[in-house]
């Protein structure tokens, strides 16, 4: 995978390989169930932040008023990146091209971070140095989530 690149017309695309497409189809496909979790789970607790860290009753009036609504678009972003993967001519061994327009671009974005933030949160990863519990493979995921989030940042500031 080289990360995602800016194309003329506008668009970000990148190269998965059928292994990096599937795990991230899966991923996304999991995302909803997380989500459905509840604020008990500490991977929704990390998606949903207190939005007054000094005010527990303003954060909960805050939460009881936005919570629903971020989730649901956390879901309609899964749902859509899910989607694009969907749509993937997967016959190629080598790697197959996902192409994202301005709409797409957005959702992608936040549902790579959420993701990250799950899996961040499954690691015990509170800073950037952290390093988490001792799951080679879960940290693996997390730093390729975190690559193809960075690159994806890139290909969006890159002119077109």
């Known amino acids: 995978m080289i990360g995602f690149e800016r194309m003329p017309d506008g668009r970000v695309a990148v190269e998965l390989a059928r292994e990096e497409r599937d795990l991230l189809a899966q991923l996304v ?3 909803p169930t997380v989500l459905d979790g509840g604020r008990d789970d500490p991977a929704v607790a990390r998606l949903l932040p207190d939005a007054h860290r000094d005010d527990a009753p303003a954060s909960e009036e805050f939460r009881e008023l936005t919570g629903r609504s971020l ?10 990146v899910g989607a694009a993967l ?5 016959t190629a061994d080598d790697g197959a091209r996902v192409e994202l327009d301005d709409g797409l671009v957005l959702s992608w974005l936040r549902t790579l971070t959420d993701l990250r933030l799950v899996v961040a949160s499954r690691l015990g990863i509170e800073h950037d140095d952290d390093p988490g519990a001792p799951d080679e493979g ?5 730093d390729w989530l975190g690559y193809l989030q960075e690159s994806l940042l890139h290909a969006i500031d890159e002119p077109a």
């Open 138 to 142: 879960m940290r693996m995921v997390y």
């Open 71 to 80: 989730l649901d678009g956390k879901r309609a972003d899964a749902v859509r």
């Open 29 to 31: 496909g999991q995302l």
């Open 86 to 90: 969907a749509r993937v001519d997967d």
